[in-house]
């Protein structure tokens, strides 16, 4: 007669098969099995793939678990992070007189653009001028602010904004030019 071994010494850690004559181990779901074919370890998932998640595996007891980095969500397929538009949201700190930009996991809070003499502020973001004043004889007629924001790992070279002359001012002429912000000469134009 068999001995069902499982019911009367149980020797498995987890899940104990009888089969005739003998026994089999068997492990829960994230788990192996030892080569002592008794005791189950835990699988470590996040060793098996870089690309379980989008940012950060964590491996627990018999399965694993996804993280995003502070200012993501994680989606509903718990494996991707989704940037929060705290701007959008409204969960932001900026004063009435700052404009909130998002960027990837946090926002910035932008000061209003404040013209320099001898230029008059027209809009909120554009400075004009004034063709009589003899301060502005050799300077460009108006300054625009534009703010845009550039996502990291895009590959290069790539254009990245176009601005284009009009025909609108007879015997006006345009000089484009990066004014500041290129020490690192990572920006060109063409």
Known sequence: IDVNECTSENPCTQTCVNTYGSFL???EPGYELEADGVNCSDMDECSFSEFLCQHECV?????YY???PSGYNLLDDSRSCQDINECEIRNFTCTPQQTCFNIPGE???LDPVRCEDPYLQIS?????????NPG??????TILYRVMDMVSGRSVPSDIF???ATTRYPGAY?????????EGREFYMR
């Open 124 to 132: 909120e973001n554009r400075c004009m001028c004034p063709a009589e």
């Open 59 to 63: 491996n627990g007891p018999g399965s």
């Open 25 to 27: 181990c068997r492990c």
């Open 107 to 109: 926002y910035k809070c």
């Open 162 to 164: 176009q601005m284009q």
């Open 174 to 182: 345009y000089i484009f030019q990066i004014k500041s912000g290129n």
């Open 136 to 141: 502005c004889r050799d300077q460009p007629f």
């Open 66 to 68: 996804c993280t995003c």
